[in-house]
């Protein structure tokens, strides 16, 4: 092997990313950052059934693979998903796990399927149908996984309370292919907004120990009439 040869050398950096992932111990500390917090190793380590110890043995491996930050705050190191390029990497390997292992979508956990963070923005069903309430207003049109806003979009989005600036000069957004719904969710910054705004609004809350989040009463009501949003 030529370690001069580029192609050689981008399937070392491949095998390498792919093993690190693949270690169960890493792919349950991985999971558990996918909600884009950041958190210690004490409690990563609980999340991967192991020691503190190998614990950090397997952060600092996920750190020099650029898979993984850490932060300070005092005497704690915090860990946290480096990048959105690395969380859409986990969420792409959720969705081939899950049409891998012909698993039915009824046996995915439901407080996850109806809704759930991927990383900075909100997936499961609620993120599909916000995509889906935004299209039908014609706020946005979703063309090769690109969502492209529209000026009513903008318009809306403002009245819903986002700083569109930003929005205005770049009027695109990514979007993912969610692994339970199997159809597209808004990510990105646009993704990441909203999601943003409907904590600052308390529409949408976290579960504990979970990425799960559900909408609350006053969340339902405020989604209808500033999205067109309508959730069963």
């Not at 069903?125 to 889906?132: E, M, S």
């Not at 014609?138 to 492209?148: N, P, Q, S, Y």
């Amino acid at each position: 092997m030529d370690p001069s040869d580029p192609s050689q050398t981008c399937d070392l950096d491949i095998a390498r990313i792919a093993a690190l992932v693949g270690d169960p111990a890493r792919a349950a500390m991985l999971r558990a950052l996918g909600d884009g917090r950041a958190l210690p190793c004490g409690e990563l380590a609980a999340c991967a059934g192991i020691g503190a110890a190998s614990a950090s043995e397997h952060l600092r491996q996920l750190r020099e693979a650029g898979l993984l930050a850490v932060s300070r705050s005092g005497r704690h190191r915090y860990h946290r998903i480096a990048s959105p390029e690395v969380a859409a990497l986990l969420e792409a390997l959720a969705l081939v796990a899950a049409q891998g292992a012909g698993r039915p979508v009824s046996r995915v956990d439901p407080a996850l399927r109806a809704g759930r963070t991927c990383y900075d923005h909100l997936a499961g069903r609620l993120g599909v149908a916000i995509l889906d309430a935004l299209a039908e207003r014609a706020a946005l049109w979703v063309a090769e996984d690109i969502a492209h806003l529209t000026p009513s979009g903008l318009s809306l989005l403002a009245d819903f309370g986002l700083d569109t600036r930003a929005l205005e000069r770049h009027p695109v957004s990514r979007t993912c292919t969610d692994w339970s719904e199997r159809r597209y969710h808004l990510s990105g910054p646009l993704g990441a907004a909203i999601c943003r705004r409907c904590f600052e609004l308390d529409w949408v809350q976290r579960h504990l120990d979970s990425r799960a989040v559900s909408v609350t009463p006053e969340g339902a009501r405020g989604l209808r009439a500033a999205l067109g949003l309508r959730l069963p």
